[in-house]
């Protein structure tokens, strides 16, 4: 599983982590959703849509683990081509979430230094999240923290919530971490024997 995939199936079920990794207030009836763009096939996965006729903005999400040095040309070309198709009537953000400013791209155009500055894109370095603390956030931290970090997370995760989606998640997040691991191993190495009964665990060896 790709780590962008992970992401958006985590932003599908708990819609309320975007405002978390944003600091702000949640707002009901956002739903994360994917939308076909009628050129080349393109399909835009990251769309943070609010519920219909809502004044509140529509967010376009991006999660970039690889450099790309044309990364914002790509995503701002694909921002603007859904807004020419879709012509929506709210405001609109653009949200580009990196493990850490490593990742992201040093020598910006001047276009895109405006609307960085101006607030229109924002950028959200996952490394220096550590001031906020929940069962979400603590999932993307499983995700991004070092291997040897892992079993503290998944602890301070547990503590911290019986909700069984998340706990279903850990166990996504670890296959895709810990891809040599098998099913059993994972169990023992993080003492999650209720995560027999999830899916990942059930489907591990068919795929």
Not at 101 to 121: F, M, P, Y
Not at 143 to 149: A, D, F
Not at 165 to 184: M, V
């Amino acid at each position: 599983m790709k780590t962008d995939t992970l992401f958006y199936k985590i932003f599908q079920t708990f819609p309320q982590l975007v405002f978390q990794l944003l600091d702000r207030d949640v707002v009901p009836g956002y739903a994360f959703t994917s939308v076909e763009v009628k050129e080349k096939g393109f399909r835009f996965d990251g769309i943070f849509a609010p519920p219909p006729a809502s004044s509140e903005p529509i967010y376009f999400i991006e999660v970039q683990f690889q450099f790309n040095p044309d990364f914002y040309w790509q995503f701002l070309s694909e921002i603007f081509l859904y807004l020419n198709q879709q012509k929506p009537q709210q405001n609109w953000q653009a949200v580009a979430i990196f493990p850490s400013a490593r990742q992201d791209v040093k020598e910006l155009a001047s276009i895109h230094q405006e609307l960085i500055n101006s607030g229109r894109v924002v950028r959200i370095y996952l490394d220096e999240i550590t001031d906020r603390v929940s069962p979400e956030l603590g999932m993307i931290k499983l995700i991004t923290c070092r291997e040897e970090e892992a079993v503290g997370v998944v602890k301070e995760i547990r503590s911290s919530t019986t909700d069984e989606d998340i706990i279903r998640f850990i166990g996504d997040i670890l296959f895709y971490k810990f891809p040599k691991l098998s099913r059993r191993e994972i169990e023992i190495m993080f003492a999650l024997e209720d995560l027999r009964q999830t899916k990942v665990f059930q489907e591990a060896k068919d795929e």
